[in-house]
């Protein structure tokens, strides 16, 4: 089973960018952790360079990524620009563009893309140390711009779908290759505590012709539609709802 480690940029002293009271490295670890959430909900194995507060540099988070046993390395960061709201939008760096890593990236930033974000591409940065000496694909995503009051608050009001998009994007880049995640897939539009809103979801999405139902998980209703062997097929259908305006989850039976 392929599996990644997830590295928080920044960390301890290193606040990296800061904007208004907002420090970088707070962003990344939330960002992180949010993210390494949503792909150990779906079967992927995964690990951190650091879960907490912590200072490590850049060659230390290097060597973590190397001697983890992960198969992709993915950096979490924020940009910054000279001037406060100069520039906006995401973009993911790599070593070189070539191969997964850059498959990967792309994956990422259309995902970004399609929560609102300016896509602003992918980027060769061979100078950078996490990308650099890590003997393993690695990307490094710049989520937004620390320095920009219209991407702080696209970052803060649509969380969950930017951490959704990039744990997508990495899942769409390693779920054909990965025979481990095979199984039984759904994608789920909402969770509701009363019987007559999940019903009232469900409604929408048949009507809207796709088939589905509705799941106690005590003490939660669950609509879930579709049923998939594959991740590949059931992330294809999340993008499918997300662009009808779904809030969506694929999950793993």
């Known amino acids: 089973m392929a599996r990644v480690i997830l590295d928080a940029?920044?960390?301890?002293?290193?606040?990296?960018?800061?904007?208004d009271g907002r420090k970088e490295k707070d962003d990344n670890l939330r960002l992180t952790l949010a993210v390494g959430q949503i792909l150990e909900q779906n079967g992927v194995p995964v690990s951190y360079t650091r879960k907490s507060d912590i200072y490590q540099s850049p060659?230390?988070?290097?060597?973590?990524?190397?001697?983890?046993?992960?198969?992709?390395f993915i950096s979490f960061h924020r940009n910054a620009s000279p001037n406060a709201n100069e520039y906006q939008g995401v973009e993911t760096l790599v070593f070189?563009?070539?191969g997964?890593?850059?498959?990967?990236?792309?994956?990422?930033?259309?995902?970004?893309?399609?929560?609102g974000f300016r896509n602003i591409g992918v980027k060769e940065r061979p100078n950078l140390t996490v990308l650099k000496r890590t003997k393993i694909p690695a990307i490094l995503i710049e989520a937004g711009f620390l320095n920009s009051d219209q991407d702080n608050?696209?970052?803060?009001?649509?969380?969950?779908?930017?951490?959704?998009?990039?744990a997508d994007g990495i899942m769409e880049t390693i779920g054909?290759?990965?025979?481990?995640?095979?199984g039984i897939y759904r994608v789920q539009i909402g969770l509701y505590r009363n019987f007559s809103n999940a019903q009232y979801a469900l409604n929408?999405?048949?009507?809207?012709?796709?088939?589905?139902?509705i799941v106690y998980e005590d003490p939660y209703y669950a609509v879930q539609i579709g049923e998939y062997n594959t991740l590949d097929e059931a992330v294809r259908l999340?993008?499918?709802?997300?662009?009808?305006?779904y809030d969506t989850l694929v999950i793993k039976k």
């Open 204 to 213: 929408r999405a048949v009507a809207d012709g796709y088939e589905g139902d």
């Open 238 to 245: 999340e993008n499918e709802l997300k662009k009808k305006g």
């Open 96 to 98: 070189d563009d070539n």
């Open 153 to 166: 608050e696209r970052f803060d009001s649509k969380f969950e779908q930017i951490s959704q998009a990039i």
């Open 59 to 72: 060659s230390e988070k290097a060597r973590l990524g190397n001697e983890s046993g992960a198969d992709y």
């Open 176 to 182: 054909s290759g990965n025979e481990a995640l095979q």
């Open 100 to 115: 997964i890593k850059a498959e990967m990236a792309r994956n990422v930033n259309v995902n970004l893309e399609q929560v």
């Open 9 to 19: 940029g920044h960390g301890g002293y290193d606040n990296g960018a800061q904007y």
